[in-house]
């Protein structure tokens, strides 16, 4: 059965988590003027419509790998170091994935964004 009340609580409950993540990591905020930034330059420059597309998904991968990296942060301090040795690993990796998909993006929107800028230089 569909709850109105309940749906709308779900929006409430996810706003709260993403301010909260927002007030309290630092690499968050930087991910959101990043994609500030780039939301910017798509509205300025005449991509094409996959290139858009592609641009939108990865600014979403990249703030959702961030919301996890902070997750398992979150989790992983409950168990602390000194009662398991792969607390501080788990950290580590979750941090590495969240880094390849900052460097994917980053290296497909240079791509992308290349040409438009190498075009204003002339």
Not at 48 to 53: G, V
Request: charge should be positive; glycine fraction near 6%; include cysteine.
């Amino acid at each position: 059965m569909f709850f109105i009340k309940r749906f709308f609580k779900s929006f409430v409950d996810a706003g709260r988590g993403l301010r909260h993540v927002f007030n309290q990591e630092q690499n968050f905020r930087i991910q959101i003027v990043a994609a500030c930034v780039v939301v910017g330059l798509i509205t300025y420059f005449p991509l094409r419509l996959w290139e858009t597309i592609l641009l939108i998904i990865l600014i979403m991968m990249v703030l959702t790998m961030e919301l996890l990296n902070t997750t398992f942060e979150r989790f992983t301090d409950l168990f602390k170091p000194r009662i398991h040795p792969y607390v501080g690993i788990v950290k580590d990796i979750m941090a590495g994935a969240v880094l390849i998909t900052s460097l994917g993006a980053f290296i497909i929107g240079y791509m992308i964004f290349t040409p438009h800028f190498m075009s204003l230089l002339k």
